[in-house]
């Protein structure tokens, strides 16, 4: 007779069992599989090159965001963590593969910036290895590697972690464009994720309630030759989390007031193992 379960924690880990071996791209046993991945740095996999997401080059430049304290969810090679720390701010990345950290090490020394890199289970870390509160939390296709129940933990990670008034910003698969349509319960009948997950703008909004959406766009396609990543099979979403109410009357923020999103178009809200590499002086994982 088993009768393990006491926990949230506990629950989280029977779902993750459920799936099928070898399918685990979320915790920390799916390290070796994207050690793989990231082995030979030649294959032509786009993001691979050094170039930060287009969307959150905006969001910097033109949507008004700078400075403060940054969390890269899922960093890989480091391209976004790095583009943050020479923006001027304070970066904690994480990711669950050493290979891949060890390369945005590299980067990190060569371009002379600072990032706190961190490897394992985001999850498992926060809290730990690294807190908020952020002003930003950003995740270039981290999300959709996701089950179904491990986002309860992400949004209880970006509760705790996501500074009032802090942006939340992500690059997802696009259904119609990429990723597996099969329903939750579907995947865990099918016991795979298919190579990650496909949401809709209605299914986003749904798993992001309770933040207020600043813009949800497909993300600009790129060329070759531009200094920025960008693919049209992606969502590129911006969320917010609402400042606290404000005392002695005066008007409490509201969620549906308008924002200028950092195309610069006005957009409706909705309601609702630490390891430093640095600026030469560290080593990589």
Known sequence: MDRT??????????????????????????????????????????????????NLVGLVER???????????????????????GRGFEVDAVDLSPAALTWAGERARAAGVRVGFHQGDAFALAGEEFAGPYDLVYDSGCFHHLPPHRRVGYLDLLDRHLAPGGHFALTCFAAGAMGSELSDAD??????????????????????????????????????????????????GLFRRAQPARDSGDPEVSGAEEVVSPAGSVVGGRGAGRVEALDGSGTGP
């Open 63 to 85: 949507g008004g965001l700078g400075g403060g304290r940054a969390l890269d969810l899922g960093c890989g090679p480091g391209r976004n963590a790095l583009y943050l720390a």
């Open 5 to 54: 379960v006491r926990t949230v924690d506990d629950v989280m880990r029977l779902l993750d069992g459920l799936f099928a071996s070898g399918a685990d791209r979320w915790t920390r046993e799916g390290a070796t599989w994207w050690d793989e991945f990231y082995a030979d740095r030649s294959r032509p996999v786009p993001f691979f090159a050094a170039k930060p997401d287009e």
């Open 187 to 236: 995947l865990y009948r099918e016991r795979r994720l298919h190579g990650g997950l496909a949401y809709t703008p209605a299914s986003l909004r749904h798993v992001f309630a309770g933040l207020t959406e600043i813009e949800l766009r497909r993300m600009r396609e790129e060329p070759p030759e531009s200094p920025y990543f960008g693919e049209a099979f992606l969502w590129a």
